[in-house]
Every structure is written in structure tokens, then in C-alpha cells.
């Protein structure tokens, strides 16, 4: 997929000269022809990643719209409140496409892993997530949401499956309707994986994490009924696909918290409560009714 | 003089707020705000950015878009109020002044390098006014955000350092000076109380990236704040204080 980069990135350069590429000095050596070909659109910041969000995020409000690249936990896990406060409380469309995935520096150790990115980025507002399972689907995802206004997050991995899917940005797609008692969920690469081992069984597929839209998933509940489920994601289980789908799902347990927004009022802690509905009041009229 | 009225009637108006809300960083918003005034009296505004980097000296800008009618009387003192759009750290999403969202130290000062880049990319003239905190220069991109400006030649980028000596019983951040001339910016130091020495910063052209350090009082024009800053750091104003304290700014001799 890294090698799609390059072309991809060179190919929405030359049609929106708005983009401009920021590196922390990885991946230099396969962006050499964007280096040259676009003189002031291309940086490799060296190593300083919370300030490098900080700055995409400052180019952004200046109407760019900056591509930033580097290794998964240094773009994600390092920079967590560049990435919640600089992109998602301002709300700028910077695009934050990471290489390395969960653990494809297996040989490196947990500092070059980065199993938890997809966790934690779910609970920024404001930020669209995306795992592309192929190269194809990754220069599709970016060609089809780049200048839409959203932040995104894409996690590039070195695997890639092998389907050729008719599949948009935020849909949940059936890819095979079986007869078992079983339904997969699965995304990025691990389809090809789990092609290669299911017997009779239902599949579904997305490579977005967030915002999946409404209608594919109707189609999902409709065919869970009755089903075995198996979400199989290669990222931690807490926070991840798999709790995703059980929130849109609506499985019987009703969280109450806080939602997945800015409290961007102010007030009192009175008020949050009172504006969030977690007052006693308004807890008793959730659960009873009254 | 009427700068000087101005900016005395912005200080009382603090106050009021303060009073009325029983809340706000009131040394902290004093210590800046010869330098926010000049800069909108001078309508630096209209095509420069100022990001306010130490969120919470907010009070200051808040007052003085109240006096240039950015905002309205009304909107000012409700400061902090649910549905206001005026919180305790500015928020660039509530008002077109605001050019970043700030509180969390450390962020302002990438935003504004990467403002001041695109405005090389793009050709324009545009500068871009940053001020941070001396003690906010605790935090490390501060100095990553110095090695790239001076990398990327961006000398439409001024940093301004309100040197207010709040971390005296911390960790301060001494010889600015040397620090920021060593990451290959120009430097500049001013008094932040004196008219004359922030204006003179305004139309300065240099060859690289400028730090300002403007030399500030916390509290500066109230004798209690002034040596009791850190007491003061976040609190309200009693209806007595208050009283005495307008007399105290009515009286301040503002050069």
C-alpha cells in the first residue's frame, strides 16, 4: 500500500493544488518525485510530530488542505491532544495517513506498534477513520473524501486482500450470503483471510470505522438475526470495530454517558449534567419513563 | 490620553466581569493587554492573525473586542455562561477574531507556523502574531515549533513571549534571549507596559522569524495582584475590591 502512496499522493497533488504533503521524515525516499515536482508542497518535517499536527492543523485554517504521513503511534498515540484539541475541537480537515498499521514493525517492538490507534481516535469528534483493505481501496477513499471538510484518519498496512468490492466510503457491504449459522464482520485486509477459511457463512465488510451509513447497517441487523457473530478486526478489541457495530446495532444494553461531542458550551458542571441528561431527574426519565 | 483611557476603561471592564462572574485570570489577562489593544487599535487585524497561545490571558482580547465592537457589551459579560460564546480558553468555532483554540499550553505556536507557512506558500504578506506564555516555553514545542520557523525562513511569524515571571516558583525559562537567537530567530526585547516600545515591533521586517520578549507584570496596575500574583492567578473580585481596585486602574500611569 505504501507504494499507492506515492502515486496517489502525486496524482491528487497535480488535480487540487490546495494539498500540500508533510512528512516526519519517513517514507522520504518513495516521495522523491512529489519533492521535485511540487517544490513548496512538500516538507519532511524531520521528528517533532506534535508540532507537526499542530502546523497541518494551522495550514488548514488557512484553507490547505495538508496530508500528513509518518509511523502509526507517532501520528496517533503521541499527538493524541494535537489530534483531539489542534483538528477535532477545531475542526479542520487535516488528513493523517499512518504506515506500520498494528504491528507490521513486528520485529520492533511495542514503541513501533500501534494496535490502539482506532481506540482512541474513535472518541474524537470530528475525525473519520478509515482501514482501506487494498491499495485500490485506498487511492478510492481518498480520491472520493478529500475537500469534503472532515478530518481523517487513514491506517495503511502492508497486507492487503485480494476482492475487487464495489464499495463506498462509510458503507457496510455484504460480500458473501451464507447458509451456516454464522455472520463475520470483518475489515482491511483480514477479508482475504477470512475468505480463505469461512465454510457457509454470511460476510460483511467495510474499510470505515466511523459514520458507517444507515442503510448498510439496517441490511447487517436484518441478517444477524438468529446468527452466530464474529467481528474480527486486527486492533484492540476495546474500542474497536467490533464496539462499534455493537453500537449501532442497538444490542440491549443502553449505554448512558457522555456522546461522542465537544462540550463546547460552558456553564457549570450542573448544567453539563443537566444538558447531557445524567441529573437524577432526567436519568429517572430515561430508564422509567417518567 | 486616549489610549491610555482606552485601555484603563478594557482593565475596568475586566474587572466588572470578574466581579459580576466571581471568576477569571485577571493577572494574567493584564500583563498583555497594552500589547492586544495597540494591536487591534492599529487594526493589525484586518490582514495579520493574533493567536492567543496562553488561553487563559483571554479576558484581555475579550475586552478589547468589546471596546473595538467585535463583540457586544452584552456578549462580553456573559463570560462563561452556558450559551456564551466567550469561555473560560478561547474557541476559534465562536468568533471570527478568535484564530485558534487555546487553554491547553503548547499548541498556539505550531497553529501559528503552520499559518505563517501557508501564507509563504500562497505569496501574501500576511504575518502571523503569536503570543505565548514565558512559562507556556516550558513545553517542547515551543522549541520544535523555533527549529522548523527558522528551517522554513518564516520571518512573517513574530512570537511574543509575555516574560511575566509566573513560573518563579517553578520551572522559569530564563535568557529567552539567548534561546530563541540560538534557534537562529532575531530577538527583540520590549516593556509590554510601554506604548511606544510594542508599536515599534509592530512594523518591523526581519530576516528571520522574531521573537518578542515583552518584559510584563502579572496584576500590572493593582499593587495586590502585582506582589501577590499567584494568589491571584484564577479568582474573582469582591464588591469591595472591586471598588478600590477601578480607583487603582483609574489612577495608573499607562505609558
Known sequence: MRKQLAKTLDEIMTFNSQVVVLIGDISHYLLTNIEDKFKNRFYNLGI???TLIGLASGLSLEGKLPIVHTIAPFCTERVYEQIKLDIGYQ????????????????HMGCSHHCTNDISILRVVPNLDIYIPGSSFEFDDIIKKTIGNGRAKYIKLTSREHNQTLDILPHEMK???????????????????????????????????????????????????KGKEIFVVEENNVVGGLGDAIFDLTKNKLNKIGIPNAFLDHYGTYDEQREFLGLTPHLLKKTIYGN | MEISKNIRES????????????KGHIPSAFSIINFVYLF????????????????????????????FNYITTEVFFSFGDFDSILGGHPHLRKNN???????????????????ALAAKINQSSKKIFCLIGDGEANEG??????????????????????????????IPTPNLQKKFSSFGWDVITIDGHNSNEILSVFNLNTINPLCVIMNTKKGKGIADMESNFQEWHHKGITDNLLKLYIKEIHEEAIS
Open chain 2, 97 to 115: 477574531e478568535i484564530k485558534a483554540s487555546t487553554g491547553s499550553l503548547g499548541h498556539g505556536l505550531p497553529i501559528a507556523v503552520g499559518k
Open chain 2, 141 to 170: 514545542t515551543t522549541w520544535e515549533s523555533a527549529i522548523l520557523a527558522d528551517n522554513l525562513k518564516l520571518n512573517n511569524l513574530i512570537c511574543i513571549v509575555d516574560n511575566n515571571q509566573s513560573q518563579n516558583r517553578s
Open chain 1, 48 to 50: 517533532a510530530e506534535q
Open chain 2, 40 to 67: 487591534y487599535e492599529n487594526k493589525l487585524n484586518i490582514n495579520n492573525d493574533f493567536i492567543l497561545s496562553k488561553g487563559h490571558g483571554c479576558l484581555a482580547l475579550y475586552s478589547v473586542l468589546e471596546h
Open chain 1, 174 to 224: 455484504i460480500v458473501k450470503k451464507g447458509n451456516d449459522n454464522k455472520l463475520i464482520i470483518t475489515t482491511g485486509h483480514m477479508l482475504k483471510d477470512i475468505i480463505d477459511i469461512e465454510q457457509d457463512s454470511t460476510i460483511y465488510y467495510t474499510n470505515s470505522i466511523t459514520n458507517l451509513e444507515v442503510n448498510s447497517i439496517e441490511h447487517l441487523i436484518n441478517d444477524m
Open chain 2, 11 to 22: 482593565k475596568k471592564n475586566i474587572l466588572l466581569l470578574a466581579n459580576k462572574k466571581n
Open chain 1, 91 to 106: 475542526n479542520v480537515e487535516v488528513i493523517i495517513i499512518s504506515v506500520g498499521a498494528s504491528f507490521d514493525y513486528a
